[in-house]
Each structure stands twice: as structure tokens, then as C-alpha cells.
């Protein structure tokens, strides 16, 4: 399931920033981490199962804390994408990049990056090279939903909560 996972946000990642590993190699580079995080007594494998090291986590809670917002700009877009897949490009951008100042102002977040509005264009254009949109900017909406209900999990409640408020409105 983790690299079902990575596999659906590297593309994302990749781009923005600027990754070289290739799609192909995931899985061997999920392995590896997850076994150094095992040896750094941060998680336990045991075969298919992982659990979390509750005596050494804050490890994983600062790697965890390196990618938060970039996920909250991701889940703000998606679940945008969901809620008005009619929406064209331009819209989108705008809206997201809205909620985005607005989710910053509730919850401190200053990144600059965090807002950009070209951050939000990329992401757009990665969303057409992965094929959640079509050329004409139309939304597959069952593969765009799996990742946004993936990205919501992956956010604590309360920001989630603004997001889907603020997407509401």
C-alpha cells in the first residue's frame, strides 16, 4: 500500500521538485527506506506489517513535517478538481490558490511557495501528464477522487476540515 501510495504523488513531487529518480525504481527505493527505518528503530516491519515506533517517532514526525504543506497544496487542488471538475484551468489555479491564502492565515503557514500561483500552474500541468485531465481539460473524475480521498488521509483533521469548508463556500 505505501507504494501504491508514493507511486501516485512521485509524479507530483518529481516535478516541483525536481527528483531524478524514474517511476520504475520506486518500489526498490520504498523498500530501502522503509528497512533503514526499521534499522533506525523508528518503525517495525514484520513481513507486510508496519508499525510505527511510538518510543522513537519524532524522527518521522520532522521528516513528516518537510512535506505537510506541499500535501495540503496538493489536496486543496484535488479536491477542488472533485468538487467542480467543470472548472477551467485559469479557475481552478485561482480558486486554489485562494484557499491556499486562506488555509496559510488560519493555520500559519508564511511559505511564499505555499501560495504561488506558478506552483499551481505546474501542478496542473502535471495533473494533464498523469492523465487526470485530458488535453481538453476535462477531469477523470473516478482516478482524480482515489487521489484526493488519498491526499485527505494524509492531513491532520483540522486542516483537512478548512479545506473542505473552504471548498464549500
Known amino acids: 500500500k505505501i507504494q501504491e501510495n508514493v507511486a501516485q504523488i512521485y509524479p507530483f513531487l518529481k516535478k516541483e521538485l525536481f527528483l531524478s529518480y524514474q517511476e520504475e525504481d520506486l518500489n526498490d527505493l ?5 528497512n533503514e527505518f526499521a534499522e ?6 514484520d513481513g507486510n506489517k ?8 519524532q524522527p518521522l514526525v ?6 505537510t504543506e506541499t500535501l495540503q497544496r496538493y489536496s486543496i487542488a484535488m479536491n477542488l478538481l472533485v468538487a467542480y471538475p467543470e472548472l477551467g484551468k485559469s479557475d481552478l489555479e485561482q480558486k486554489s490558490q485562494d484557499i ?15 501560495f504561488d500561483k506558478g506552483v499551481f500552474t505546474a501542478m496542473f500541468n502535471t495533473l494533464k501528464q498523469q492523465e487526470y485531465l485530458d488535453s481538453d481539460g476535462n477531469c477523470d473524475k473516478k ?4 487521489f484526493a480521498k488519498l491526499l485527505f488521509t494524509l492531513l491532520y483533521p483540522e486542516v483537512k476540515l ?5 471548498i464549500h463556500q
Open 30 to 34: 520504498v523498500v530501502k527506506t522503509l
Open 40 to 45: 533506525q528503530k523508528m518503525i517495525c516491519l
Open 50 to 57: 508496519l508499525e510505527i515506533n511510538q518510543s522513537n517517532n
Open 62 to 67: 520532522l521528516l513528516g513535517r518537510t512535506i
Open 100 to 114: 491556499a491564502q486562506r488555509l496559510g492565515r488560519l493555520h500559519g503557514i508564511n511559505a511564499p511557495e505555499f
Open 143 to 146: 482516478k482524480t477522487q482515489k
Open 162 to 166: 478548512t479545506i473542505e469548508e473552504s
